[in-house]
């Protein structure tokens, strides 16, 4: 079901600010609720582009418009990749804006692709239509990429439109899926490398072949009024993977995927992720941390007002043994749960391997995490679980108006090991025991 924003109001006698104001109060008629969230996520994408219209009229017109059909795009199911190379090469070394434009109700198929910069100007890809990947395991040489944006500033995707991985492919040749199969690398679809002043905003991501979208080396991002899904089955299918970038922010966004909904790993600094839904899915996760014996860096991340609806975890900080490094400085709040195993969880004993993992003395060292007015059901018995290193254990770490239910008929647990935890307000499950 889709609620309709167009509802029949009588403007004939209005002004655009009354208009406005008419909108507002219809809209806010509207009740809350998850189903609402997950069943209709066009309502944030199409109140986005109302309130963006007049900017994007005062701007437009001083910019200049390159469109891929221009330079023999079809989007008629044949290969377009050549098409938008051109395109591209035209957009990026013109000296005035540009605004590159494929165009809606055609889907466009590509190969690998390297939109790389730097560009003479800012540019930005405007996507109404939709671009979808090639199938063909020998078009890609680079098995770690399917799109990849490198070294651009000042660089804005919009349009509303699709970007769709087209794995299915890729995940029935997984070896998570078919354990007889060796473990193969498969693309992520969308990669922003190196880019600094970066927007992101109302674009659909489908069916990725590993993750959806990862930023990467990035500085000053805004990812917001995002859809990203693909099967709840889905191997390796990261919603949105944040690494060695600082000063991002994601907002807005419904993500519901096979793996994490949002990841956050090495590298890592001012993290901000508010107003997400998330599920089916594993959660919204900081690591894996500390893999392979390797240093890893993560602080100031910020997560509220998120919905966490039948995910496999629910905020979980994850780090191997051996590591070394930190991740401090971490808040989740305003955080609402339902049929969620593991809400609130912290692994120091990560092992994502088939033989088992060595036990270690060194960590990645957890410091300073607060978990602020989270509330909703738990799945698993145990609701709250921190299982941290014997060795350095976990430091100030805050529960603070938790409020977290077994949806069976019994009490929820809580399971503390080797962690320097302290309670505020009301708060359950406890743990009955501090080791």
Request: contains cysteine; aromatic residues 6%.
């Amino acid at each position: 079901m889709q609620l309709c924003l167009c509802q029949k109001v009588k403007v004939t006698m209005f002004s655009q600010n009354q208009f406005l104001s008419v909108l507002l109060i219809i809209l806010a008629s509207f009740p809350f609720s998850f189903s609402s969230d997950l069943g209709n996520p066009l309502v944030v994408l199409d109140l986005h582009r109302h309130h963006r219209t007049r900017r994007l009229q005062s701007t437009s017109a001083k910019n200049v418009t390159v469109n891929v059909d221009h330079f023999g795009a079809k989007g008629d199911g044949g290969d377009d990749t050549q098409a938008f190379m051109n395109a591209w090469e035209k957009a990026c070394s013109s000296k005035r804006g540009v605004e590159l434009v494929v165009p809606k109700n055609r889907v466009y198929r590509l190969k690998p692709m390297n939109f790389s910069g730097p560009c003479k100007s800012d540019v930005t890809l405007k996507i109404y239509g939709t671009i979808k990947a090639s199938t063909k395991r020998s078009d890609y040489t680079d098995l770690r990429h399917w799109i990849l944006f490198t070294n651009l500033t000042n660089f804005r995707v919009e349009g509303g439109g699709t970007i769709n991985g087209n794995g299915r492919k890729w995940w029935q040749n997984s070896c998570k899926v078919n354990e007889s199969l060796p473990c193969t690398l498969a693309p992520n679809a969308v990669t922003f490398f190196g880019c600094n002043t970066l927007e992101v905003d109302n674009v659909r991501f489908r069916n990725a072949q590993k993750m959806h979208l990862s930023f990467q080396s990035c500085v000053n991002v805004k990812a917001s009024n995002l859809i990203v899904t693909a099967p709840g089955d889905s191997p390796n299918t990261d919603g949105i993977h944040v690494t060695a970038t600082q000063n991002i922010r994601i907002s807005n966004c419904l993500i519901r995927t096979g793996d994490d909904c949002i990841s956050i790993v090495s590298g890592s600094k001012n993290v901000q992720a508010d107003d997400i839904t998330c599920g089916p899915g594993h959660g919204i996760s900081i690591g894996s941390l500390g893999a392979g014996n390797s240093q890893a860096e993560v602080s100031d991340v910020v997560v509220s007002k998120a919905k966490i609806i039948g995910t496999t975890n629910g905020l979980r900080i994850k780090t191997w043994q051996g590591g070394s490094g930190y991740a401090t400085n971490i808040r989740f709040k305003n955080v609402m749960m339902a049929n969620v195993s593991n809400p609130i969880i912290i692994d120091q004993y990560y092992c994502d391997q088939d033989s088992p993992c060595q036990e270690q003395a060194s960590t990645v060292k957890i410091s300073n995490v607060v978990y602020e007015n989270v509330k909703g059901t738990s799945a698993s018995k145990v609701a709250v679980k921190f299982d941290c290193s014997k060795s350095f254990g976990c430091q100030d770490i805050l529960l603070k108006d938790v409020n977290l239910r077994s949806l069976a008929n019994e009490i929820a647990q809580a399971s503390c090991e080797h962690v320097d935890l302290s309670h505020r307000g009301t708060v359950s499950p406890k743990c009955s025991s501090l080791i």
